[in-house]
């Protein structure tokens, strides 16, 4: 164990900061600043009322950062997410109307209950970090991040994701219901106000750019390299797999081992924290065979199959 940094010391006060909010969920607020710091995005998928809005809410206002939402439904149009090019009589030129993307913290309610042609307005702006409107291109804020929320998708009235917005997310994890307690002090302590109302920013979006240029500098040994490389490639080797994860899956991999070593005060990656974050990194990239998914399979167990047929590193030169 290092020492603890300044900017490992802001990392703790932020994650100590979003548990006032959400209570009982720590491992979750650890994967969401994952995210974060490594420049990733977020699928949430659970059933409505679990506190992902309030999570994704608290997180902007932590960091003093522009918090925009989307909610999406099937008449949304990509134009109410980019923005849109309005003609003005007096200068009688088009001017740039800014979309809710432009924003530091962007909220997609419901991804999954709009058009896939909507869907794909969020590809270029996932990926590249700008947005095209009428042949003009436009710069995002930094830091930029969008944290997606996903209704079950047997629900009614949801469509699939396309398989290439889907490798774009970093990380794909659940909240879930809290536990007994937790659901108790919820209860008890948000009767009067919500816990938003006091929730006191802890840094601004300028030290997030800067915390993650100091992600990047964790090292990551070449065994390590060696073993997110095995596992992603054994994915797509495996026979039950019908898709197996892409090489932006290991470069998002990667990034995020960095993060989670950072978050758990380390200035280096271990072995353990490949097998802590690959089935957040990895169960939503990958498609399973139609026969698969007959018996009962599912991408969390296949993988679990392929991490243990993975060899561990056991030595790190540092």
């Known amino acids: 164990m290092t020492q603890v940094t300044r900017e490992a010391e802001l990392a703790q006060r932020l994650a100590a900061n979003l548990e006032t909010c959400i209570l009982g969920k720590k491992f979750e ?59 003005h009589p007096k200068t009688e ?37 700008h947005v095209t409107v009428d042949g003009d291109r436009y710069v995002l804020p930094r830091p930029f991040m969008l944290l997606a929320t996903q209704n079950p998708i047997d629900f009614e009235g949801t469509y699939r994701l396309p ?26 302590g948000q009767s009067a106000a919500s816990p938003l109302d006091n929730l006191e920013p802890v840094t601004d979006v300028d030290e997030i750019i800067r915390l993650q240029q100091v992600v990047k500098a964790v090292y990551v040994d070449s065994s390590i390299v060696d073993y997110v490389v095995d ?10 797999l019908a898709l197996g994860a892409s090489p932006r899956a290991s470069l998002a991999f990667t990034k995020a081992l960095r993060a989670y070593a950072f978050l758990n005060d380390r200035d280096y990656v271990l072995p353990d924290d490949v097998k802590v974050l690959a089935p957040y990194v990895l169960c939503h990239r990958l498609i399973l065979r139609p026969e698969a998914a007959m018996d009962g399979m599912t991408q969390a167990s296949v993988l679990n199959s392929v991490l243990q047929r993975v060899k561990v590193p056991v030595r790190m030169e540092k």
């Open 29 to 87: 607020i650890r994967l969401l600043l994952t995210a974060l710091l490594a420049e990733g995005h977020v699928l949430l998928e659970d059933v409505p009322g679990t506190g992902k809005t309030m999570l994704i809410k608290a997180l902007a206002q932590s960091i003093q950062g522009e918090f925009r939402r989307i909610q999406c439904n099937p008449d949304l149009l990509p134009t109410d997410i980019t923005g849109v090019s309005m003609y």
């Open 231 to 240: 596992i992603v490639t054994e994915t797509r080797k495996d026979p039950m």
């Open 163 to 188: 398989e290439a917005q889907l490798d774009r997310f970093m990380l794909k994890f659940s909240l879930g219901y809290p536990s007994t307690d937790s659901e108790k002090a919820m209860i008890t």
């Open 93 to 129: 030129t088009f001017v740039y109307r800014p979309g809710p993307v432009m924003s530091n913290i962007l909220l997609v309610d419901e991804v999954n209950r709009a058009t896939t042609k909507t869907q794909s307005a969020l590809l270029e702006a996932m990926e590249e970090r």
